[in-house]
């Protein structure tokens, strides 16, 4: 049966949850179909739903629409689309949504994306419009994103707070944090949104490191600190996959211990289409419980 993020996030436990995203250079959809291997593999771990990203400005809408559909009809695993507002004229919005409705989804990502040189904007030029409009016109739910240590385009966290309030008001569900690998900054974070009067659920967005280069990538694009002790182990490890796996793996199990002791209601997995090192962190918190 399908479930609206509230009922999703009311349960007495933390739920979990993965992030995918629809793969690149992919005609003859064998990186699609590789991506359903590894989601059966992560099924195994019960996930209340998987989100799909959107390519802002919506060059993959079809594929993500196309992996949506596959979530429900094959997996029976509840999806949740993205949705970014970003180069988006009102008509594809609105159409865009209503396929949704059609198709049976009910909870959407609202964001607005990042903007790209040349972009454009139709009446929506942030997420909370996005939110305002579905919560009026359309029968879904809408969660948005946060960022634990600021969104890089604000001038302070505080800043990024006010906004994100607002969109709450506007009338998001649920919040999905930006990845983070310092649980003392979410901390804060659920600390200063308690402050200003933000009562739903926040989930926390956990990456498993694979390796050193993709850390370094991520820290690059989005404001993130990454403890000291930990990134000096990567470093020294760059070179040798497995042990900056393994390091990866440890890391991420201890971080999500430590969110599920402090209550958090779920943790969304940033999978990156892959299920090996997930499912060493999930197979390794669940046998300490
Ligand atoms: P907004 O909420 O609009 O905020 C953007 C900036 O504007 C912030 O600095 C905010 O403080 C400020 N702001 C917000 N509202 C206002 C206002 N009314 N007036 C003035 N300033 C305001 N990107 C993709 O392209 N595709 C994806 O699928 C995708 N998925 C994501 C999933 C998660 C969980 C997260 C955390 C991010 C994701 N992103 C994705 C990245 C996201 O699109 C970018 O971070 C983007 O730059 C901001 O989107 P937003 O929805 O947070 O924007």
Redesign the pocket.
């Known amino acids: 049966m399908t479930k609206t993020l509230k009922e999703i996030y009311s349960q007495d436990k933390t739920v979990i949850s993965y992030e995918i995203f629809p793969p690149k250079d992919d005609e003859n959809g064998e990186k699609e179909d590789k991506l359903f291997n590894e989601l059966k593999i992560l099924k195994n771990f019960n996930p209340a739903l998987v989100s799909v ?4 400005g919506g060059s993959n809408a079809n594929q993500s629409v196309g992996i949506v559909k596959r979530l429900k009809t094959e997996l029976n695993i509840e999806p949740m689309p ?1 949705f ?1 507002c970003v180069s988006s004229s009102f008509a594809n919005i609105r159409s865009y949504m209503t396929n949704l409705e059609q198709l049976g989804v009910k909870n959407v ?1 609202a ?4 903007i790209p040189e040349g972009a454009y904007f139709s009446d929506f030029r ?3 419009d996005l939110v305002s409009y579905i919560k009026s016109d359309h029968k879904l739910s809408a969660a ?2 946060g ?1 634990p240590e600021g ?1 890089i ?2 001038s302070s966290l505080e ?2 707070l006010k ?1 994100l309030k ?2 709450v008001d506007k009338g998001a569900d649920v919040i ?3 990845l983070f690998f310092d649980n003392s900054k979410f901390f804060i974070f659920l600390e200063l949104c308690a402050k200003i009067g933000i009562a739903i659920p926040i989930i926390p ?1 956990i990456l498993p490191v694979t390796s050193f280069k993709q850390l370094e990538k991520m820290t690059n694009l989005c404001r993130v600190t990454v403890p000291a002790k930990f990134l000096e182990k990567i470093e020294k490890y760059k070179d040798d996959s497995a042990s900056v796996r393994e390091i990866g793996v440890e890391f991420a199990a201890a971080q999500c211990q430590e969110l599920i002791n402090a209550g958090v209601k779920g943790i969304h997995f940033y999978t990156l289409n892959k299920s090996a090192a997930l499912s060493g962190i999930l197979g390794s918190i669940l046998q300490r419980f």
């Open positions: 990203t959107y390519g802002a993205h970014t990502l964001l607005r994306g990042d942030h997420a909370s948005v994103a960022y969104h385009d604000s800043e990024d906004w607002f969109k999905f944090t930006q967005g």
